[in-house]
């Protein structure tokens, strides 16, 4: 199917990496075609991880002289609109936006995991912000999404259970899966070059948003003046950008206006909460999830 995000449409690729079999042709274009230049901005994530919240945030950190806060396109767009996906928005067949043409500075997002960047973008210097969330929490968060696209795209088939979503997820088949080595990818690579990759936690820039704000403004070249901090600049971001103004915008209510994966932009927002996870799996999966974190993410100096 075109739009298909099911397990069954997950496809092996390069040996170690599941990708949902219509976003694959985006991915290899991506590889071939994509020319970085120094002054992008790249955002990086496994999906369900806290894309489309990042996304809001960068475009605001640095349009935030562009617009005011009373006619902001965040008001009225979803932010998968105002930062586009690599592989779904622009390096498909049907894109009519020529990357090439974009003035600087250009700000994507992407899903390939950081082995399979494309050259260009590991050879250029431009930065790049990693957002990763409690696996748990994403386990969650994909089965919802992916029974949303099921049931719209997927009719023939029966919505995933808990316990296959678990499964699937646990032995790394979730989309550009496996889950732990898509984070210790970034892990590693931004331990090599913290001037270059910022790793942030949805969980941490849950309960402390101002401190990881700055982190994020400082990193991407925009940091907040103190008169900008004395403005409460930063407050009126991170109030443009939550979960309760973003999940009510008009856009999301439409049914007839779908995001570039096909599905209403509704689907972006469910909770946005950290830890619900507990409301959904049983004692025997956390414990199960829990020692694959432990094991993979063993001398790693993170957790959750
Ligand atoms: P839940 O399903 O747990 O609610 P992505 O954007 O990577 O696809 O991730 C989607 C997850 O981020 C969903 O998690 C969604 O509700 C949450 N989310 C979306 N916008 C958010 C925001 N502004 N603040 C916090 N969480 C947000």
Same mark, same amino acid.
């Given at each position: ?13 390069? =040996? ?8 694959? *042709?985006?991915?290899?274009? /991506? ?16 999906? !369900? ?15 935030? @002289?562009?617009?005011?806060?009373? @006619? ?37 997002? +992407? ?9 260009s973008i590991i ?22 999404? =992916? ?5 719209k795209f997927n ?29 210790? =990818?970034?892990? !590693? ?16 820039l849950r309960s402390?948003?101002?401190? #990881? ?7 991407? =070249? #925009? ?7 004395? *403005? ?11 979960? *309760? ?17 096909? /599905? ?7 909770? $946005? *909460? ?7 799996? +049983? ?9 694959? +974190?432990?094991?993979?993410?063993? $001398? ?5």
């Amino acid at each position: 199917t075109e739009n298909g995000w099911s397990s069954s449409n997950l496809v092996l690729y390069q =040996g170690s990496r599941y990708v949902p079999n219509n976003f694959l *042709q985006g991915v290899m274009a /991506v590889q071939q075609h994509f020319k970085a230049r120094p002054t992008d901005i790249l955002l990086t994530a496994i999906p !369900k991880s806290g894309t489309t919240w990042m996304k809001a945030l960068i475009f605001s950190i640095v349009n935030r @002289t562009h617009y005011d806060f009373t @006619t902001h396109p965040l008001l009225t767009h979803n932010p998968q609109d105002c930062v586009p996906t690599l592989e779904t928005n622009l390096y498909r067949k049907t894109s009519i936006t020529n990357p090439d043409l974009l003035p600087s500075p250009r700000l994507f997002s +992407t899903h390939i995991s950081c082995s399979s960047l494309p050259k260009s973008i590991i050879d250029s210097s431009c930065q790049i912000v990693y957002i990763c969330r409690n696996p748990k929490d994403v386990l969650v968060s994909n089965r919802y999404f =992916g029974n949303k696209i099921r049931a719209k795209f997927n009719k023939d088939q029966p919505l995933l259970s808990l316990a296959e979503a678990f499964q699937l997820f646990c032995k790394g088949a979730s989309p550009f899966g496996p889950y732990w080595e898509h984070v210790l =990818g970034f892990w !590693k690579a931004s331990l090599e070059q913290p001037e270059r990759i910022l790793f942030l936690k949805y969980e941490d820039l849950r309960s402390n948003p101002l401190v #990881y704000l700055r982190k994020l403004a400082q990193h991407l =070249g #925009y940091p907040f003046s103190l008169e900008e901090e004395k *403005q409460g600049v930063l407050e009126k971001i991170l109030n443009l950008c939550s979960f *309760q103004n973003l999940s009510n915008l008009e856009v999301n209510k439409n049914p007839d206006k779908v995001s570039h994966v096909g /599905v209403e932009y509704s689907a972006f927002f469910r909770k $946005g *909460q950290v830890g619900d996870w507990k409301n959904h799996l +049983t004692a025997d999966m956390i414990e199960h999830i829990d020692r694959i +974190t432990e094991q993979k993410f063993h $001398g790693c100096d993170f957790s959750f």
